[in-house]
C-alpha cells in the first residue's frame, strides 16, 4: 500500500473515532433510546467516494472494532459490527450503480444499520417483537442520513484529491 493511502486510511480512521467520541458526548434525548447522529459516517462517506468501497469497509470496520475495544463492551460491538456491515453492504451496491446521490446513500446506510442493529437485538432477546421499534429507527435513520449525507457531501466538495485508482 502506498504511503499516502495509508496515511489517509489513518487519518479516516482516528477521524471517525473522534467524530465517535464527540458524538457519546452530545445526549440526544427525544425519549427514544439508541438514536444516533451517525457522525463517524461522515469520515466511511468521503472513504466510500475517494477510496472506494473497499477503503470504505476498511474504515468504518476498524473504527467499530477499535471503539468498541477502547470504549465499548463485546455486546455493543455486535450491534455495532452488524450495523456497520449491513450499512456497507447497501452503500457500497447503491454506489456502485452511479444512480444515488452522497445523501441517498447515506440515507440507506443510516436505515440499514437500524435493521442491522435490530437483528441482532431479535437475536440476543431470542424474540421479534423488538422489530415494533424498527419504523422509529427508520425515521432516525432517515434523518441521520440526510444530515451526514449533506455534511459528507460538503466534505468531498472541498478535500480534492490525487490518488491512484480507488483500490476496489
Same mark, same amino acid.
Given at each position: 500500500?502506498?504511503?499516502?493511502? &495509508?496515511? %489517509?486510511?489513518?487519518?479516516? *480512521?482516528?477521524?471517525?473515532? *473522534?467524530?465517535?467520541?464527540?458524538?457519546?458526548?452530545?445526549? &440526544? $434525548?427525544?425519549?427514544?433510546?439508541?438514536?444516533?447522529?451517525?457522525? =463517524? $459516517?461522515?469520515?466511511?462517506?468521503?472513504? !466510500?467516494?475517494?477510496?472506494?468501497?473497499?477503503?470504505?469497509?476498511?474504515?468504518?470496520?476498524?473504527?467499530?472494532?477499535?471503539?468498541?475495544?477502547? @470504549?465499548? $463492551?463485546?455486546?455493543?460491538?455486535?450491534?455495532?459490527?452488524?450495523?456497520?456491515?449491513?450499512?456497507?453492504?447497501?452503500?457500497? &451496491?447503491?454506489?456502485?450503480?452511479?444512480? @444515488?446521490?452522497?445523501?441517498?446513500?447515506?440515507?440507506?446506510?443510516?436505515?440499514?444499520?437500524?435493521?442491522?442493529?435490530?437483528?441482532?437485538?431479535?437475536?440476543?432477546? $431470542?424474540?421479534?417483537?423488538?422489530?415494533?421499534? %424498527? =419504523?422509529? !429507527?427508520?425515521?432516525?435513520?432517515?434523518?441521520?442520513?440526510?444530515?451526514?449525507?449533506?455534511?459528507?457531501? !460538503?466534505? &468531498?466538495?472541498?478535500?480534492?484529491?490525487?490518488?491512484?485508482?480507488?483500490?476496489?
Amino acid at each position: 500500500m502506498k504511503t499516502r493511502r &495509508l496515511s %489517509l486510511y489513518g487519518a479516516l *480512521i482516528a477521524t471517525a473515532m *473522534i467524530l465517535s467520541y464527540v458524538e457519546s458526548l452530545v445526549p &440526544l $434525548n427525544f425519549g427514544i433510546w439508541g438514536i444516533k447522529m451517525g457522525l =463517524p $459516517n461522515i469520515a466511511v462517506v468521503f472513504a !466510500l467516494y475517494r477510496l472506494g468501497v473497499r477503503g470504505a469497509c476498511v474504515v468504518s470496520l476498524v473504527r467499530v472494532f477499535l471503539v468498541s475495544l477502547l @470504549f465499548g $463492551n463485546v455486546l455493543g460491538f455486535f450491534f455495532s459490527i452488524a450495523g456497520a456491515v449491513l450499512s456497507l453492504a447497501v452503500m457500497s &451496491l447503491l454506489f456502485k450503480t452511479g444512480k @444515488f446521490s452522497t445523501t441517498g446513500v447515506s440515507i440507506a446506510g443510516a436505515v440499514f444499520h437500524n435493521v442491522g442493529q435490530i437483528a441482532v437485538a431479535a437475536a440476543v432477546l $431470542n424474540t421479534g417483537i423488538i422489530a415494533f421499534y %424498527l =419504523p422509529v !429507527l427508520c425515521v432516525s435513520g432517515v434523518a441521520a442520513g440526510v444530515f451526514i449525507g449533506i455534511a459528507g457531501s !460538503l466534505v &468531498l466538495k472541498r478535500v480534492r484529491m490525487n490518488l491512484p485508482g480507488k483500490g476496489d
